[in-house]
């Protein structure tokens, strides 16, 4: 295959899907035109400020999928994450909430992506979004997500021997309400690498080091890539295995506080523990 030509590609899969079953709360999002394929997930607000009724995170993953539908198809991944963050600029200017987000980081617009330069035959990852390149799986696992799925599970297991159930727990989830002001606090740490073990990377106005940004050519070999946010704890090559992972997790662990653990679990009257997108392209060599 060239490496001076568009990779042809076909999309043999695609799902999206909100934790609360209506599409209108979903925070990831979608994006395929000729020259991208991205998987985009806007990050979860902390915060009660809305845009236009909109949450930071959907706010965030429009701006991003109006970039790659605007940018040139020869854009690099250091030019594409420098288009992202002007854009992310100009919405925090345009709404004069600049030196808000400066002073207080939990009031920042966020979101991650994966996605497919179709030109520079290259997936490019920032943040905490996940993809198979063949057999080869790459996520961006971030350690204070870890750290902090951690502490919520000991409280959660906690919460148990003193009686609480899991469908009480499900209803009002203390866990999260425990680490929340770490939550809003790690977010100190994104795009800052002068905290090396805790720092992350994340398109939200603020420069992306370049560290940050991981960059994985197509192999001439690999015939199919799968693209997928973090709402699936576990990325197969396929939709159906992929989904049904999910279930059977969210089956046995609907807190996911044993089986996987994450910073959050499946709430009463929810459908998962968190927004979800998937997409499998087909390589034609």
Not at 92 to 100: E, G, V
Not at 176 to 182: A, G, H, K
Request: charged share 25%; glycine share 6%.
């Amino acid at each position: 295959m060239s490496k001076t030509q568009h990779i042809r590609a076909v999309v043999e899969e695609q799902f999206i899907q909100s934790k609360t079953g209506r599409l209108e709360d979903c925070e990831d999002s979608i994006l395929i035109n000729e020259h991208f394929i991205a998987v985009i997930d806007g990050a979860t607000s902390h915060t009660t400020r809305r845009w236009n009724k909109e949450t930071g995170g959907k706010v965030a993953a429009k701006i991003i999928g109006q970039a790659f539908s605007e940018m040139p198809f020869d854009y690099t991944a250091r030019q594409a994450a420098d288009l992202m963050t002007s854009m992310i600029n100009d919405f925090c200017a345009r709404f004069n909430i600049t030196k808000t987000v400066k002073k207080d980081p939990s009031q920042r617009i966020s979101a991650s992506f994966a996605a497919i330069s179709l030109f520079r035959q290259e997936v490019w990852l920032i943040g905490d979004c996940q993809f198979l390149l063949g057999n080869q799986y790459v996520f961006n696992q971030r350690i204070v997500d870890r750290i902090l799925s951690d502490v919520r599970a000991l409280f959660l297991e906690v919460e148990m021997l003193n009686g609480m159930t899991i469908e009480q727990l499900s209803q009002n989830e203390k866990g999260r309400e425990f680490i929340m002001p770490l939550l809003k606090g790690h977010i100190m740490f994104q795009n800052n690498p002068s905290l090396p073990e805790y720092w992350y990377s994340a398109v939200d106005g603020f420069t992306i080091p370049d560290a940050g940004i991981i960059i994985k050519t197509v192999p001439d070999d690999v015939d199919s890539i799968v693209l997928a946010s973090d709402g699936y704890p576990v990325l197969k090559d396929n939709l159906k295995e992929t989904e049904n992972t999910l279930q059977n997790i969210l089956l046995k662990d609907p807190l996911m506080f044993r089986e996987y653990k994450s910073t959050k679990g499946k709430l009463k009257g929810d459908i998962s523990f968190d927004d979800r997108a998937f997409i499998k392209v087909k390589l034609e060599h």
